[in-house]
């Protein structure tokens, strides 16, 4: 059974704060992501990673950056927090670049940045 | 205009009744759709997936893909409080890498 898991549920934090999100897959998957999910604009990709020290934007990568120094793990980082990225973060992985090959996805951090 | 169109609900059936969730979308690119189903507090789990346009059956679900109206349904039959969920349609031109996703319905099946 695939497991994503990322390392809190509930996280808050303040503005200025330098913040990590880690999140680990069991699995051995290739692709990893990053998503922020907010009420009325669905699921948005931040970052994704192919392998390995790989990583490229998604649709809203501006203040974040990430890291994949392993395989099974991919940390999303914001520099320096901002309210405006009080968000649900989720983080997936799947097996290849194929089309029809699942996104498994954490369970989910809610970020709260005052 | 958002790229994919969700009804947000919330919508709220007797158990047993039949669901009918849709999207809309923009982009004729998209061939590749699919529908998440997530629970309170978890993350969205993939329930159908479907390439181009047809049908797709799978227990009391089904997906329906109608490329020429840009349409996508989802059917839910004999609905139960387990299927109580968000259901996120998603999309893709190509790879998982570009999917875009609607901002989800929120259903409550009551017993």
């Known amino acids: 059974d695939v497991k994503v898991t990322q390392s809190s549920r509930y996280l808050v934090k303040r503005t200025g704060e330098k913040v990590f999100l880690e999140c680990v897959q069991d699995?051995?998957?290739?692709?990893m992501f990053w998503y922020r999910q907010d009420p009325g604009l669905g699921l948005r990709l931040i970052y994704f990673s192919y392998d390995v020290k790989m990583k490229e934007k998604g649709d809203i990568p501006e203040g974040y950056s990430v890291s994949r120094e392993k395989k099974e793990r991919f940390s999303l980082i914001l520099e320096s927090a901002s309210t405006n990225q009080t968000s649900m973060y989720l983080c997936a992985s799947s097996a290849d670049r194929g089309l029809g090959d699942t996104q498994y996805f954490g369970p989910g951090t809610r970020l709260t940045v005052l | 205009q958002k790229e994919v169109e969700q009804d947000p609900g919330p919508l709220s059936v007797p158990e047993g009744a039949i669901v009918s969730l849709n999207c809309t979308y923009s982009n004729s690119a998209f061939q590749y759709f699919m529908w998440y189903r997530q629970y309170s507090r978890k993350g969205p789990e993939l329930l159908m997936y479907t390439y181009s346009s047809g049908n797709k059956e799978d227990g009391r679900f089904t997906a329906q893909v109608d490329k020429s109206s840009k349409y996508i349904s989802l059917f839910i039959r004999d609905s139960q409080p387990s299927d109580s969920a968000t259901y996120l349609c998603?999309?893709?031109?190509?790879?998982?890498?570009?999917?875009?996703f609607g901002a989800g319905t929120r259903l409550t099946v009551k017993p």
């Open positions: 998603a999309m893709s031109r190509r790879n998982n890498n570009d999917m875009r």
């Open positions: 699995m051995d998957h290739e692709n």
